[in-house]
């Protein structure tokens, strides 16, 4: 396959066309245009349906729709649009609807502003709207992995029937590196999609896809269902990227674009001789809570980095439970420039002492 | 001749009573009694329903399809 | 010569065979039937997908035998955007409320209008929120008491019923759009050839239907459901005119 020098939005509209979506619906916002302007332009060719809806809570409802008729369909949006989305992501996970949903976070709260941020780590990954519900949510942090994510965001999706995000930032959605594109294979064991309305044609039963449940002890049992299978997720579907952690005295852990930053200061270390590690969640839900654990056992220190004033952190020190020492650097969003590798060095060096 | 008839299901009838004004005739009453969901429903008297004209206004008019209207028509006989 | 029985009228096919929730002399239930009664005559039950609002209406998979999407409150007309987008030779219809349809489902509204979705929208107007205990709606008549407003809708802080089927009448998308009641057999009729006709818009035509049918809510406007039948002609119809606001349809009978 040849190699390609495209943005990672574009990267993210590629990898969608070719796991087979058809059906985008999104409302325009910076810095994520780029994927309703790629789409929109290539996915009628491919027969498919492009709806630039008047809200971004008309085009997660439009999704909803499309979803419980059981095809592959997503939006994309940038925060303040997926805040909109929330609504409509509660009674999709509620309903046990998959779907792709984007969000090229920018800086907040409220309109805050364009730069890159990972400000919306909380509302990811802890269900931002309301009912105590999560989804999956991948952390791309190149232009590959835009394209190779947002494929596996649909078959994990559609495997769990459930929503799934993909979470980037102005710097992937952005930046253009090289991608090589290849053809999307279906893993073969993905369920089928009976629950999906499509008119009777027949049928003595009903498809019903709903959030409502009333009976006596109906939702309960339906909260622990959906319970039951973030913990699947939990057991078999976390991925990760570790570096030189078997050594390491310290790990550095970060997501998304802070990762790529943080991988450049960790080499610049090692090469200074400082045994420093790595390690890069890429579902950030489910949370690779057991590689921190392994990870606690040998490492002196821990270093979290994001671009934000600290929320995995949460989670890493939740994982590690008190084992080792979870230190963390960040800016709140809005600062306008990103960390230098050098920054994050001196940072590094302060830790390792 | 048997006369047309209507069947004011009480598993679905609520006692609203719009049957009893959209009846042209006015051949349809509230019970004395409650029935099964204790609702007060609506009956018809045998001596009433020997006027209905199976017109079927009552049944347009219930909001829980509690009426079903049967016409008596003449046919030649053999078919059913 | 024999003489036999035959059954002139009884529950549509697309109608299950189950009590309602319904107050006794809700009208909601009138407009089911109806709706059903349109599937059954056009023979879509097996193709139709219904979605459902949020509202008293909001068990529409209990009463009709289809398939149902229920959407979020407001929101069916964006559901079954998306859903008649994919399934584009089925049968989609959204039953909504007043409060669900004009209040914060305004935009969805107009816009699946506007954009003129090949679907069919049933609106139920009985000038309150029935789910939430009878508060004022965006249909609440002037001086109408409700449970927030209970001096009376003040049109000076609360402003002016709106008329949906007029406003949506004036955008491009609409094919058809008309108000009707329930209140008596005649209109009854009427109601279920719009209906009909809203529904075969669609099928037919691939055009966007609104039906904006009146109702009762009895226990809410706390009469009984004779007293309440009769404000739909002493309040509603005045306020609220029946008739056809757009038929830009070339089929079926006028109404
Ligand atoms: C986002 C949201 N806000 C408010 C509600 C509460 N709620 C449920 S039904 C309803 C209004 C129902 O009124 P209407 O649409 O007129 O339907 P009716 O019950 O009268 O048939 C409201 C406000 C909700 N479920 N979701
Ligand atoms: S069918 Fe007509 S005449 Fe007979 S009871 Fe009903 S409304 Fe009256
Ligand atoms: S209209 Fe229907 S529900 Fe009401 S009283 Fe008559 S039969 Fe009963
Ligand atoms: S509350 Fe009003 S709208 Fe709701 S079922 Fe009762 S009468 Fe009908």
């Keep these: 396959m040849k190699r390609l020098f495209v943005k990672g939005n574009e990267a993210v509209a590629m990898g969608a066309?070719?796991?087979?979506?058809?059906?985008?619906?999104?409302?325009?916002?910076?810095?994520?245009?780029?994927?309703?302007?790629?789409?929109?332009?290539?996915?009628?060719?491919?027969?498919?349906?492009?709806?630039?809806?008047?809200?971004?809570?008309?085009?997660?409802?439009?999704?909803?729709?499309?979803?419980?008729?059981?095809?592959?369909?997503?939006?994309?949006?940038?925060?303040?649009?997926?805040?909109?989305?929330?609504?409509?992501?509660?009674?999709?996970?509620?309903?046990?609807?998959?779907?792709?949903?984007?969000?090229?976070?920018?800086?907040?709260?409220?309109?805050?502003?364009?730069?890159?941020?990972?400000?919306?780590?909380?509302?990811?990954?802890?269900?931002?709207?309301?009912?105590?519900?999560?989804?999956?949510?991948?952390?791309?942090?190149?232009?590959?992995?835009?394209?190779?994510?947002?494929?596996?965001?649909?078959?994990l999706a559609d495997r769990y029937r459930m929503p799934a995000m993909l979470l980037g930032d102005a710097v992937v959605g952005q930046i253009k590196e090289a991608l090589v594109p290849h053809p999307y294979q279906q893993p073969s064991d993905l369920p089928t999609k009976e629950w999906a309305v499509s008119g009777k044609q027949g049928r003595s039963?009903?498809?019903?896809?709903?959030?409502?449940?009333?009976?006596?002890?109906?939702?309960?049992?339906?909260?622990?269902?959906?319970?039951?299978?973030?913990?699947?997720?939990?057991?078999?579907?976390?991925?990760?990227?570790?570096?030189?952690?078997?050594?390491?005295?310290?790990?550095?852990?970060?997501?998304?674009?802070?990762?790529?930053i943080v991988k450049t200061a960790a080499r610049m270390a090692r090469e200074e001789g400082l045994k420093v590690g790595v390690i890069r969640p890429i579902t950030l839900f489910p949370f690779p809570i057991a590689t921190y654990q392994q990870a606690a056992q040998t490492v002196k220190k821990m270093l979290c980095v994001e671009l934000n004033a600290g929320q995995m952190v949460e989670d890493v020190r939740l994982a590690v439970n008190g084992k080792v020492d979870v230190a963390f650097y960040g800016r709140p969003p809005g600062a306008g420039s990103l960390p230098t590798p050098e920054e994050i060095l001196v940072q590094i060096k302060k830790h390792c002492g | 001749m048997p006369s047309n008839r209507i069947e004011i299901d009480p598993i679905y009838c609520k006692g609203c009573a719009l049957c009893t004004i959209a009846c042209p005739?006015?051949?349809?009453?509230?019970?004395?009694?409650?029935?099964?969901?204790?609702y007060i429903p609506a009956v018809i008297s045998s001596g009433n329903l020997a006027r209905c004209t199976a017109c079927a206004l009552c049944a347009r008019m219930c909001p829980d399809a509690a009426i079903r209207v049967f016409k008596s028509v003449e046919t030649d006989g053999g078919q059913s | 010569m024999t003489t036999v029985l035959k059954n002139v009228f009884d529950r549509p096919v697309s109608l299950k065979d189950v009590s309602t929730h319904f107050c006794p002399g809700c009208q909601h239930g009138t407009a089911h039937r109806l709706c059903a009664e349109a599937m059954d005559s056009l023979g879509v039950q097996q193709?139709?997908?219904?979605?459902?609002?949020?509202?008293?209406?909001?068990?529409?998979?209990?009463?009709?035998?289809?398939?149902?999407?229920?959407?979020?409150?407001g929101r069916a007309p964006a559901v079954a955007t998306g859903v008649k987008r994919v399934r584009k030779d089925d049968f989609v219809f959204t039953y909504q409320g007043d409060g669900d349809l004009a209040a914060i489902g305004t935009s969805e509204i107009i816009h699946a209008a506007n954009r003129g979705e090949a679907i069919s929208v049933i609106?139920?107007?009985?000038?309150?929120?029935?789910?939430?205990?009878?508060?004022?709606?965006?249909?609440?008549?002037?001086?109408?008491?409700?449970?927030?407003?209970?001096?009376?809708?003040?049109?000076?802080?609360?402003?002016?019923p709106i008329r949906m089927a007029e406003l949506l009448s004036g955008l491009e998308g609409v094919s058809y759009s008309c108000r009707v009641a329930v209140n008596n057999p005649k209109n009854i009729m009427a109601a279920g050839k719009a209906i009909e006709k809203a529904f075969r818009c669609q099928v037919e035509q691939g055009g966007f239907g609104f039906v904006e049918v009146l109702t009762t809510c009895p226990t809410n406007w706390g009469m009984n459901p004779l007293k309440a039948n009769n404000r739909v002609a002493e309040e509603m119809i005045p306020y609220f005119p029946l008739g056809v606001f757009k038929d830009i349809a070339p089929m079926g009978q006028e109404v």
């Design chain 1, 205 to 260: 039963d009903q498809r019903i896809v709903k959030s409502l449940f009333l009976g006596d002890g109906e939702l309960e049992a339906h909260n622990w269902r959906l319970h039951a299978k973030y913990k699947q997720l939990q057991d078999n579907e976390v991925r990760c990227e570790t570096e030189h952690v078997d050594d390491a005295d310290l790990v550095v852990t970060a997501f998304g674009s802070a990762a790529r």
């Design chain 3, 47 to 73: 193709r139709a997908i219904g979605v459902a609002s949020v509202g008293c209406s909001v068990f529409l998979y209990g009463y009709f035998d289809i398939d149902v999407v229920e959407a979020p409150h």
């Design chain 1, 17 to 155: 066309l070719e796991a087979g979506c058809r059906y985008y619906f999104g409302y325009p916002i910076t810095p994520q245009s780029d994927i309703p302007e790629y789409i929109s332009r290539e996915m009628p060719k491919l027969g498919g349906t492009f709806i630039q809806a008047e809200s971004e809570i008309a085009s997660i409802n439009m999704l909803l729709g499309a979803s419980a008729c059981g095809v592959r369909a997503m939006t994309s949006s940038s925060s303040p649009g997926i805040s909109l989305k929330q609504e409509g992501i509660s009674y999709m996970a509620g309903s046990e609807l998959p779907g792709l949903i984007v969000n090229i976070c920018r800086s907040g709260p409220g309109l805050g502003g364009i730069d890159a941020s990972q400000a919306d780590y909380f509302q990811s990954v802890k269900g931002g709207g309301h009912g105590g519900y999560h989804i999956i949510v991948l952390a791309p942090h190149t232009v590959q992995e835009m394209y190779d994510l947002t494929m596996l965001a649909f078959d």
């Design chain 2, 25 to 38: 005739q006015k051949l349809i009453e509230m019970s004395d009694a409650l029935n099964e969901q204790g």
């Design chain 3, 123 to 160: 609106f139920v107007n009985n000038t309150t929120y029935g789910m939430t205990g009878g508060q004022m709606a965006p249909t609440t008549l002037p001086q109408q008491q409700t449970s927030t407003s209970p001096t009376g809708r003040n049109v000076a802080s609360d402003g002016y």
